[in-house]
């Protein structure tokens, strides 16, 4: 049988698993989720990840969650070239290493300004508070020091001289604030320099395609949500804004 992924491109996770599976020449099936169209909530996806997020591999009656551990999965299967996951312990222990931090810093950062910018106006017909952006534009100002320092210091990638599942992770994260018009590549010439060196690796056209719906912000804020998915989220949107 053929692989399924289970994807929503607005989702950096999701685009990380597409691009991968894309540039390696897996063969797949994409099956579009709309998270924003409460699409994860039908019947026939609780079936496939009563978790009810994506991504999701399902390989015949092998189903996996979780984006690293799909793109590991896809590393072993499909025996892609090994600068994705070096052989050699300490630069995959690099990997690991970023790939952890990641979830709790970058990911969770940089997925805040597009939720406080773009998701929440458009379930709560509000706008979000001044100082709650500028909050989080701090905290994804840290993270993003943190990111050069440590991680990316002066090498081209985030663990050597070879393009990574660190820097794949990475580059789909960052994108994510562009979607909501903040541009965290301006004035950081390191990490500009760093980001061209990934698109041109990944190519511009895939890159692109995978990004095409992140980048197009009028498409974001002009999207409709369907009145019951807006009751149902309200009580967590809220949340985040206390």
Known sequence: MVLELYLDLLSQPCRAVYIFAKKNNIPFVMKSIEMLKGQQFSEEFNKVNILRKVPVLKDGEYTLEESTAILLYLTRKYNTPSHWYPPDMKKRGRVDEFLAWQQG????????????????????????????????????????????????????????????????????????????????????????????????????????????????????????????????????????LK
Request: hydrophobic share 50%; proline share 6%; no cysteine.
């Open 105 to 240: 810093t970058i990911r969770v950062s940089a997925s805040k300004i597009l939720w406080l910018k773009v998701v929440i106006p458009l379930f709560l017909s509000q706008h979000v508070p001044v100082e709650k952006l500028h909050d989080a534009a701090e905290e994804l100002n840290a993270a993003l020091q943190k990111l050069e320092e440590k991680f990316l210091q002066d090498k081209p990638f985030l663990v050597g001289a070879e393009v990574s599942l660190a820097d794949l992770v990475a580059i789909t994260e960052l994108m994510q604030p562009l979607g909501a018009g903040l541009d965290i590549f301006e004035g950081r010439p390191k990490l500009q320099e760093w980001r061209r060196r990934v698109e041109v690796i990944l190519g511009k056209e895939l890159f692109l395609e995978a990004h095409g719906r992140i980048l197009n912000s009028q498409e974001l804020r002009n999207m409709s949500i369907d009145p019951p998915l807006k009751v149902q989220m309200k009580p967590l949107l809220l949340k985040m």
